[in-house]
């Protein structure tokens, strides 16, 4: 039986999307919010997608509104305020309230780096 994909669940709708295309062979793949009303199960999945993607060698943009999100599955955080970027920091040592600092623009030193991860 086939379905439209605007039947299937929000989360099936999205790694339809992710299916789509992944099938273009794309060395990057831009991602905005992947994983908006999908339940547990389904970000979880999209989740070791983008990690495997990665470790393949695939670039990924992942914008999220979602902090621990954007932190936990990233190698880097760019901060945009006012529709530019305004700080970079390693996901390793970034918190949410620095990321909510910067993009507020209540937060002005730099963050230090990460020795040992990547």
Known sequence: MKLPVSALSGGNQQKAALARWLLRDSRLLILDEPTRGVDIGAKREIY?????????????????????????????????RGGRIVHQLPSC??????????????????????????
Do not use: N, W, Y
């Not at 943009?61 to 936990?72: F, K, R, Y």
């Open 48 to 80: 070791e997608l983008i990690d495997r993607l990665a470790r393949a060698g695939k670039a990924i943009l992942v914008i999220s509104s979602d902090l621990p999100e954007a932190i936990g599955i990233s190698d880097r955080v760019l901060v945009m």
């Open 93 to 118: 040592s970034a918190t949410e309230e620095e990321v909510m600092l910067h993009a507020t623009g209540t937060f002005t030193s730099q963050s230090g780096e990460c020795h040992g991860q990547q």
